[in-house]
């Protein structure tokens, strides 16, 4: 994945979008040709129910009493059957939109979940978590209200202009000449407006999110700092953005109130011409009444298309924005004829580079093998790459050039559910979700069974701490339920139940106490087994546990005099 691809656009590509969307349509197409015929069927009855009142009214002008009767029940079953038909289309066009975008939900958070670390670390969180909430939402409200109504009134227009053309052509096309192209300027102008007013709306509104929803964990720091007013500062600055881009919205969706006026001009000169045509006796009150009618219904039909419109720019960003989180997230397929890994092998980097940013080198031409087995230990001062290693040798990151490879397969060419069962990394920073113990516990690969993590507490002596929580392994846990070094036997038992090859540890008894730290060490000694263990740490003790020291950011490999193991 190139750099480019690693960041997402606040005002992304808008070409092609619908076309970009369409293989989501895959296993619905059956059901959204059915709300299409229900929508063109209901859209015709609806017309012709306009039709019916015409000779209706016929009937009544020339006393044709059985006439008149007919009509009136043809009209009562025409407007039964076009209710009917129209709320079968609404239900199958949003019922197809819905499992359209639960599928698209499904698949921007697995591939979020998936994406690199590097990618997922560049961003805001509030900004990725817009994407995958506010852009679906905003998609939901348009094809549940919006879209239907856009449907049956872009085939009720069609219909209709088509009817009229039957009743007198020289009528309906002096109407679309003076209407058509007014309006088409009209609706043209706001077009040209209205994907820039709409996209910047969705990019303030992000960033908006993301400086409030980054603001809600550092409350108490901002209090402790006194630095709540220059957050504040902040927070108006992004206030300030978005009202500007909703104003401009608003004044570029006011720019099709001009419809009105021009509606009220086509239906006065309608009214005029035909009581003229009427009373020369070349146009019967029925069809008079019928275009009248049928006009208004066209100029009510077309103001709400053109007012749709609006939600519809509004929804094709928002679709942009979720296809370019996709874009940017998207994983290379693994080939199905990949070799199958060995349980154990050596973890190598040759000639590795990384940086985070152009002129700001980590490593540079790093090479490395750690040999199964082996106990390495990566020691260093604060900003010399160590945690960055260890991300690099997990296959969270990818180096810049150069190879990290397990057992003589890249890691860049693995899936991420091959590479977490072959090697798992341990952060400083431990993530609980809200549940029981044992659910956090079994957040790994494999889906472990009670039997399965209760093995693995005994093997790493962890039990008397199990046992003096409230409930033990039911024991509702939370990142403020539970202390750092908690926490951290939480994830060393994890990496346990992942059975990897390779159990790299960050810092993982980093601001813990020494008794706690002992636990942790000692739980280390019962997890290594035979596998190979990269501690990066700080701590003497910890220091003393490794049979081989890295320093960094020398990369120099000594061993460790008076190891443990």
Not at 39 to 45: D, K
Not at 151 to 178: E, P, Q
Not at 337 to 349: K, Q, V
Not at 483 to 498: F, K, N, P, W, Y
């Amino acid at each position: 994945m190139t750099s480019a691809s690693l960041v997402l656009s606040d005002l992304p590509d808008q070409r092609a979008v619908f076309r970009r969307a369409a293989p989501f349509l895959r296993g619905h197409r059956a059901g959204l040709v059915a709300a299409v015929l229900l929508t063109l069927a209901g859209a015709g009855l609806a017309v012709a129910v306009t039709a019916a009142i015409g000779r209706l009214v016929d009937a009544a002008g020339n006393g044709d009493r059985p006439g008149l009767l007919r009509w009136v029940l043809a009209l009562f079953a025409l407007v039964a059957a076009s209710g009917v038909l129209t709320w079968l289309s609404r239900y199958w066009l949003i019922r197809v939109g819905e499992y359209v975008l639960a599928g698209m939900r499904d698949r921007a958070t697995a591939s979020v979940g998936s994406a690199p670390l590097r990618f997922v670390e560049s961003h805001r969180r509030g900004e990725l978590l817009r994407r995958l909430t506010g852009e679906i939402n905003g998609l939901a409200s348009f094809v549940g209200t919006t879209l239907p109504d856009l449907a049956a009134a872009i085939a009720v227009l069609a219909f209709t202009v088509m009817m009229l053309a039957l009743y007198s052509w020289l009528l309906t096309v002096g109407l679309l000449v003076f209407f058509v192209p007014l309006a088409t300027v009209i609706v043209r102008g706001f077009q040209v407006r209205a994907s820039p007013a709409y996209a910047e709306v969705a990019a303030a509104e992000a960033a908006m999110a993301a400086t409030f929803s980054e603001s809600l964990p550092a409350q108490e720091q901002l209090r402790i700092s006194g630095a709540v007013p220059r957050w504040l500062a902040r927070f108006d600055h992004d206030n300030d953005r978005l009202l500007k881009a909703q104003t401009v919205q608003i004044r570029t969706e006011f720019r099709l109130d001009r419809l009105a006026l021009l509606q009220a001009v086509c239906v006065g000169g309608l009214l005029i011409v035909s009581a003229v045509f009427v009373g020369r006796g070349t146009l019967s009150v029925g069809t008079a009444v019928v275009f009248v009618l049928a006009t208004r219904d066209i100029f009510n039909r077309f103001e709400s298309v053109a007012a749709a419109i609006g939600e519809a720019r509004e929804a094709h960003v928002h679709l942009a924005r979720l296809l370019d989180l996709l874009r940017a997230t998207e994983q290379p397929s693994e080939p199905a004829d990949t070799p199958e890994l060995p349980s154990r092998g050596a973890l190598t980097l040759d000639a590795v580079d990384f940086s985070y940013a152009p002129g700001s080198v980590v490593l540079d031409g790093m090479s490395l093998t750690v040999a199964s087995g082996e106990r390495l230990v990566v020691a260093g001062e604060t900003g010399s790459g160590k945690s960055t290693l260890g991300k690099l040798l997990a296959g969270l990151y990818r180096p810049d050039r150069g190879v990290v490879a397990f057992a003589g397969h890249d890691l860049a060419g693995l899936g991420h559910e091959r590479l977490r069962t072959r090697i798992v990394l341990v952060p400083q920073e431990v993530a609980l979700v809200d549940g029981t113990l044992a659910e956090n516990l079994a957040l790994v690969s494999g889906r472990p069974d009670r039997a399965r993590i209760e093995g693995a507490v005994e093997q790493l002596g962890l039990s008397g701490w199990v046992a003096s929580l409230p409930d033990g392994l039911d024991t509702r846990v939370g990142t403020r339920t539970l202390s750092a070094g908690e926490r951290q036997l939480v994830a060393i038992t994890r990496a346990v139940l992942a059975d990897p090859a390779v159990l790299i540890l960050d810092e993982a008894t980093a601001g813990v106490d020494a008794g706690t730290a002992a636990t942790i060490e000692e739980a280390l000694s019962m997890a290594a087994a035979d596998r190979t263990l990269i501690v990066i740490a700080h701590r003497a003790d910890t220091i003393g546990r490794g049979r081989l020291l890295l320093s960094m950011p020398e990369g120099r490999v000594t061993p460790v005099v008076d190891a443990h193991s």
